[in-house]
Nanobody, 118 residues
Framework: QVQLVESGGGLVQAGGSLRLSCQAS????????MAWFRQAPEKEREFVGN????????SYVDSVKGRFTISRENAKNTVHLQMNSLKPDDTAVYYC???????????WGQGIRVTVSS
């Protein structure tokens, strides 16, 4: 059974940085895409970005391009979301998700809160 556990959230001032991590277990993830989503208060959950595990190819929503970077550590089955130049609009609960390609994002972490103060 796939399990995803996020860590690294917290409170940071605008302009600061945080790194979120997602520890994945239960499967071999070479055929997976790993993504980060976020949900701000009273808003829909939105896609932030993803990484294709095998190739390392990444994609991002426009609002975070140039500020956020997704990477993976193969040996630790861990995906990271490095967030720089944080803005109050980045405040949300961030979720790690896994997709066994092709297919939907079937597996989700419990979410971790990021708060950016102005």
């Amino acid at each position: 059974q796939v399990q995803l556990v996020e860590s690294g959230g917290g409170l940071v001032q605008a302009g600061g940085s945080l790194r979120l991590s997602c520890q994945a277990s239960g499967r071999t993830f070479s055929n997976f895409a790993m993504a980060w989503f976020r949900q701000a208060p009273e808003k829909e959950r939105e896609f932030v970005g993803n990484i294709i595990w095998r190739s390392g190819f990444t994609s991002y929503v426009d609002s975070v391009k140039g500020r956020f970077t997704i990477s993976r550590e193969n040996a630790k089955n861990t995906v990271h979301l490095q967030m720089n130049s944080l803005k109050p609009d980045d405040t949300a609960v961030y979720y790690c998700a896994a997709q066994e390609t092709p297919g939907p994002y079937k597996y989700w972490g419990q979410g971790i809160r990021v708060t950016v103060s102005s």
